[in-house]
């Protein structure tokens, strides 16, 4: 069965509130040969997207968006607890998100991707103030701070963030990477907004991690993935 269809027939479930059959269609997923991180990246994550993009074309109802949020969240933690972790890379994150039941669902599974990669991971969601924030990077000193799926409405507290961030240089090897949400949508924004990298997907942001231009810690310019930089990042994830 293709894939494009599984993810048809997961959302179809999600939508309607049916668990047997979100469960099901997984599970012929699995039958499949695909591995805990195959159906986060292949399955969950398409499925995410489309129940965003619906969503905000006022295509799916509040009471089937909270229903398709809420089951593929428990189908992702399930999963979740399947992923093979990598050796620990002796690399930190610090991951927030937008402020959506959806944009708390994709940066969880950024974060579960990124831990499963072999980085340590704190992700502490989304409403958070950006002074808040600020503060846990500036005591945290990670190596990576990454907001992801963000909406436009959080574009300026992360403008406050970055600018912040740049200004007082109390974190200079911090790398900052955004992805998903309004920077999928607004081609330029990341860079116009100063950040160190942009994926668009969570395997994106995991392979852009990965990349050796950043375990030197220079300064660079935005980085996203191209062909060249996917096989160097394929070659140091695998």
């Known amino acids: 069965m293709s894939q494009q269809l599984l993810v048809e027939r997961l959302f179809e479930s999600l939508s309607s509130g049916d668990r047997a059959q979100s469960r099901k269609v997984v599970g012929e997923a699995i039958q499949q040969g695909a591995n805990a991180q195959r159906i986060l990246i292949d399955l969950f994550w398409p499925t995410h997207e489309m129940i965003e993009k619906l969503f905000r074309q006022d295509q799916l109802t509040v009471v089937s968006y909270n229903m398709s949020t809420r089951l593929l969240r428990m189908l992702v933690d399930q999963m979740a607890s399947q992923l093979t972790m990598q050796p620990a890379l002796g690399k930190t994150v610090f991951a927030c998100c937008g402020n959506t039941e959806g944009e708390e669902l994709a940066g969880q599974m950024a974060s579960d991707l990124l831990e499963a990669a072999g980085y340590e991971v704190c992700y502490a969601g989304?409403?958070?103030?950006?002074?808040?924030?600020?503060?846990?990077?500036?005591?945290?000193?990670?190596?990576?701070?990454?907001?992801?799926?963000?909406?436009?409405?959080?574009?300026?507290?992360?403008?406050?963030?970055?600018?912040?961030?740049?200004?007082?240089?109390?974190?200079?090897?911090?790398?900052?990477?955004?992805?998903?949400?309004?920077?999928?949508?607004?081609?330029?924004?990341?860079?116009?907004?100063?950040?160190?990298?942009?994926?668009?997907?969570?395997?994106?942001?995991v392979e852009l991690l990965a990349l050796p231009e950043f375990e030197v810690r220079a300064a660079v310019p935005l980085a996203t993935i191209t062909p060249a930089t996917k096989k160097r990042a394929a070659r140091k994830v695998a």
């Open 126 to 205: 989304g409403k958070l103030p950006a002074d808040e924030i600020l503060n846990q990077v500036q005591e945290r000193r990670p190596d990576f701070l990454v907001l992801f799926a963000s909406s436009a409405a959080d574009l300026p507290g992360i403008r406050t963030i970055v600018d912040s961030l740049r200004e007082i240089n109390a974190t200079p090897t911090t790398k900052i990477a955004v992805g998903g949400g309004v920077f999928n949508r607004a081609e330029g924004l990341a860079e116009e907004i100063g950040i160190d990298l942009c994926g668009k997907t969570p395997l994106e942001l």
